[in-house]
């Protein structure tokens, strides 16, 4: 089994930072790509940042220069920092790994609970 556990989102003033972490646990043999989504009521699901297991990033265009994400390897762990938040931010936030359980597996992608973040005056 894998589990992806993320922590860090709660309720947070305009331009007020805050820090995600999700630590995946399980299973795992390998992580390709890590990464944060986040779903607004009424909207679709969409892409924040993605991190490879080489470090290059990719952000939607909305959190470019606010938001940087990171992961740690050995903990098999990867991070949002949010900075300068906006009340357009407020959305539940999920994790998602791209992983293959052993040397011989496909890669899979599994998800996080999701976390809830409100950026509220």
């Known amino acids: 089994q894998v589990q992806l556990v993320e922590s860090g989102g709660g309720l947070v003033q305009p331009g007020g930072s805050l820090r995600l972490s999700c630590a995946a646990s399980?299973?795992?043999?390998?992580?390709?790509?890590m990464g944060w989504y986040r779903q607004a009521p009424g909207k679709e699901r969409e892409l924040v940042a993605a991190?490879?297991?080489?470090?290059?990033?990719n952000y939607a265009d909305s959190v470019q220069g606010r938001f940087t994400i990171s992961r740690d390897n050995a903990k098999n762990t990867v991070y949002l920092q949010m900075n300068s938040l906006k009340p357009e931010d407020t959305a539940v936030y999920y994790c998602?790994?791209?992983?293959?359980?052993?040397?011989?597996?496909?890669?899979?992608?599994?998800w996080g609970q999701g976390t809830q973040v409100t950026v509220s005056s």
């Open positions: 998602n790994a791209v992983l293959r359980k052993s040397r011989t597996s496909h890669y899979e992608g599994y």
């Open positions: 399980g299973s795992i043999f390998s992580i390709n790509f």
């Open positions: 991190i490879g297991s080489g470090g290059s990033t």
